[in-house]
């Protein structure tokens, strides 16, 4: 058990807890793989659009583009799946474990506490910079709307796309952050079981 609890009361709700440098690491890498998450989204939406112009145009430029992107988006989910499901490897292999003298370090919160904290914290950050670029985007399509008689021909269009998607994500991390927190431990605990039978 990564989290023993070393007193506990009906009055007390949190739990006094040890947490192995191990442990600690476990989170923070987590926490960079959420990160990674979070940076992913501009250029995946980005290889959608650079997709749609090649499918139209089949310029030599946007192929450039859309190999740049894709080796951007594969190192991305290279690191999120490293940082997220495979975090003791990294640890053994760096030996971050070591760093810290202490061999337990006492907190009051559990690890899953944390990632939803980290996660509602990511959503809200996500919103406050994507929905006032939202409301932007719109405001200058309707300021123009009878130019365009179909939204698809706004040049701007792909951007307002990609600003509500973000939104829509960030909304997403706000309200299902504990749907999100299940997901990676399920994830975290199939990685180790087989570790554990191999």
């Known amino acids: 058990m990564l989290f023993p609890i070393q007193s506990h009361t009906f009055k007390n709700h949190l739990h006094n807890l040890i947490m192995t440098p191990r442990t600690l ?23 959608f659009a650079a997709m749609i112009v090649f499918a139209t145009q089949q310029n030599t430029e946007v192929l450039q583009s859309m190999a740049y ?21 990294v640890i053994n292999k760096l030996k971050l474990d070591t760093a810290i003298d202490e061999e337990k370090i006492e907190i009051n919160i559990h690890r899953s506490s944390i990632l939803t904290i980290v996660i509602l914290l990511s959503g809200i950050l996500m919103f406050a910079d994507s929905a006032p670029m939202l409301l932007k ?16 021909n706004y040049p701007r269009a792909g951007m307002i796309i990609v600003e509500f998607l973000k939104t829509a994500f960030a909304i997403f991390m706000m309200t299902s952050s504990r749907l999100i927190v299940n997901f990676i431990e399920r994830k975290r605990r ?6 554990e039978e191999e």
């Open 25 to 47: 690491w476990t989170v923070i890498l987590k926490i960079f793989g959420i990160y990674f998450l979070i940076q992913t989204f501009y250029p995946v939406t980005q290889l």
């Open 69 to 89: 992107l894709f080796f951007s988006v594969g190192l991305y989910l290279m690191m999120i799946y490293i940082s997220l499901f495979k975090t003791d490897l």
């Open 137 to 152: 985007e719109l405001y200058s399509y309707f300021a123009v709307i009878n130019d365009y008689v179909h939204f698809k």
């Open 190 to 195: 199939k990685v180790a079981l087989a570790s």
